[in-house]
Antibody, heavy 121, light 113 residues
Framework: EVQLVESGGGLVQPGGSLRLSCAAS????????MHWVRQAPGKGLVWVSR????????NYADSVKGRFTISRDNAKNTLYLHMNSLRAEDTAVYYC??????????????WGQGTLVTVSS | DIVMTQSPDSLAVSLGERATINCRSS????????????LAWYQQKPGQPPKLLIY???TRDSGVPDRFSCSGSGTDFTLTISSLQAEDVAVYYC?????????FGQGTKLEIK
C-alpha cells in the first residue's frame, strides 16, 4: 500500500524557517516524480513545487521561488521542502503527492494527510 | 500560467439527481503530440487530502464509480455525477498538469439539496 506521511509542520514566526519531510513507503520512491501542494485554511489547492526522480530538476511556483527548496533522499525514501523567509501567506496545510506514473506530466494519485504550517508572531 | 476557472462555486443537488461542474482553462490543455487532454478532477472531503477521480479528461481512476464522468477537450470540460449519492458531498477541483505550475480551479462545493 502506498503511504506518504508528512511531518515537520508547526508554528513559526515571520521570517523564520522550517523543513518539511514526507516519508514514502509501499512503492519504489526513486522511480517517481514528486510534488508539494498547499492549502490555506478554508481555501483551495495550490501547487508549490516538483522534483524529478533523481533530483536533477526542480520547479517552483512564483510565490515561493527563491525561498523554498525541494529535495529528496532516495536512499531514505524521503521528500523534503525547505522553507525560508516564511510569510503569513505561507500558512497552509502542506501535502506531498506522488504522480500517477513514474515520470512525466501526470496527475497526483497518492497524497499524504498533510502537515500544517502556521506563520504568525 | 494557465488559469483554471470552475463554475459554479457551489451547487446543491437532490439525491439521485445529476450534478454538473464546469472547468475552463485559459489556454488549451490538449497536447497535440499525443492528443491527450492534461486535465484531472479531484474530490476533497472535509479533513481529508484530495482524491484523484479522473485524468486525461475522461479516464476514471481505479475504484471510482462509473457515475462520475467527464467530457470536453481543449479548454472546456464538464464533470458529471449522474446520480448523486450522499457520499459525493465534497469540494471538487479541476487541475491542468500540462505545464508547471500545475494549476487548480478554485473548487466547487457540492451539497445535498
Amino acid at each position: 500500500e502506498v503511504q506518504l506521511v508528512e511531518s515537520g509542520g508547526g508554528l513559526v514566526q515571520p521570517g523564520g524557517s522550517l523543513r518539511l519531510s514526507c516519508a514514502a513507503s509501499g512503492f519504489t520512491f526513486s522511480s517517481y516524480w514528486m510534488h508539494w501542494v498547499r492549502q490555506a485554511p478554508g481555501k483551495g489547492l495550490v501547487w508549490v513545487s516538483r522534483i524529478l526522480r533523481d533530483g536533477s530538476s526542480t520547479n517552483y511556483a512564483d510565490s515561493v521561488k527563491g525561498r523554498f527548496t525541494i529535495s529528496r533522499d532516495n536512499a531514505k525514501n524521503t521528500l523534503y521542502l525547505h522553507m525560508n523567509s516564511l510569510r503569513a501567506e505561507d500558512t497552509a496545510v502542506y501535502y506531498c503527492a506522488r504522480v500517477l506514473s513514474g515520470h512525466g506530466d501526470y496527475p497526483f494519485d497518492s497524497w499524504g494527510q498533510g502537515t500544517l504550517v502556521t506563520v504568525s508572531s | 500560467d494557465i488559469v483554471m476557472t470552475q463554475s459554479p462555486d457551489s451547487l446543491a443537488v437532490s439525491l439521485g439527481e445529476r450534478a454538473t461542474i464546469n472547468c475552463r482553462s485559459s489556454q488549451s490543455v490538449l497536447y497535440s503530440s499525443n492528443n491527450k487532454n492534461y486535465l484531472a478532477w479531484y474530490q476533497q472531503k472535509p479533513g481529508q487530502p484530495p482524491k484523484l477521480l479522473i485524468y486525461w479528461a475522461s479516464t476514471r481512476d481505479s475504484g471510482v464509480p462509473d457515475r462520475f464522468s467527464c467530457s470536453g477537450s481543449g479548454t472546456d470540460f464538464t464533470l458529471t455525477i449522474s446520480s448523486l449519492q450522499a457520499e459525493d458531498v465534497a469540494v471538487y477541483y479541476c487541475q491542468q498538469y500540462l505545464i508547471t505550475p500545475y494549476t487548480f480551479g478554485q473548487g466547487t462545493k457540492l451539497e445535498i439539496k
